[in-house]
């Protein structure tokens, strides 16, 4: 039996923010929260804040057209609509950014150890991942109008078919209320939010390289050229990850242009 939300859980949810959630959208099931997110968007019935949230995710995706897998009711499972009007088409990234921190630090409130995995991957920093999330923005000249933050994180689920990914059961040891998981990443992603909006990107940015993952690390990657031994000095304000060499070369990466092994 799923986890249902109730008007209980609605009202605690959205207990701590000030616009985020206040128009939820719960399905026992759909395709894709992104995908009906988006279409809200386009068709004007989605306003800033606005959730779309799912037990069972049947066509979910992931960054570079990878599927998500969530058992039924055990996960987060949502997408979140902000208006980043104040964001040029060149700072995409920041949104990124901003999104990353405020899941880490909601699910830092249950467990240690969780980090920021570039580009957009919440891990534990033995490895395991936690989720991912997947944002499709809007753009017109100079602005861009609308994001679609789609997310999916691993709460209570036990075992995965395959090996790689990792819950907050897993780290804690005890099943988590879920709902109450989500609101206080909602209560986060509303705080990071504000301050991106207030031009604090320089500490935004220094908070994001404290929780990034094998930064400072000599640690085995991939690249067009084949193997070879890193370490993350940071990411550019782009979103490129900055990586040095044993040659002392400073090389710096796009999404699909390199992979952790």
Known sequence: MYDKITNKMMHKIL???????????????????????????????AKEGSIIITD??????????????????????????????????????ELNRIISLAVREGLSTYADGIKV???????????????????????????IDASVIGMGLNINQIEFPFPGPVSMVNLTGEELNKWEVLGNILATIEKKYIQLKKGKLQELHKEYLEHLYRKGLWAEFEDGHGAFEGK??????????????????????????????
């Not at 580009?119 to 753009?139: A, F, R, S, T, Y």
């Open 232 to 261: 993350i000095v940071g990411v550019s304000a782009s979103g490129l990850l900055e990586m040095e060499k044993k040659d002392k070369s400073l090389n710096h990466y796009a999404f699909k242009e390199v992979k952790f092994l």
């Open 117 to 143: 995995k570039w580009p957009n991957d919440i891990v534990h920093e033995n490895g395991g991942k936690i989720g991912g999330v997947l944002i499709e923005n809007m753009i017109s000249k100079d602005k």
């Open 15 to 45: 207990a701590n923010t000030v616009f985020l959630g206040k128009d939820i959208i719960y399905l026992t099931e759909c395709h894709s929260t992104n995908d009906i997110a988006v279409q809200k968007v386009k068709d004007g019935t």
């Open 56 to 93: 069972k995710q049947t066509k979910g995706r992931g960054q570079r057209g990878n599927r998500w897998f969530s058992e039924p009711g055990m996960n987060l499972t949502f997408s979140l609509v902000l208006s980043p009007y104040f964001l040029t088409p060149l700072m995409q990234f």
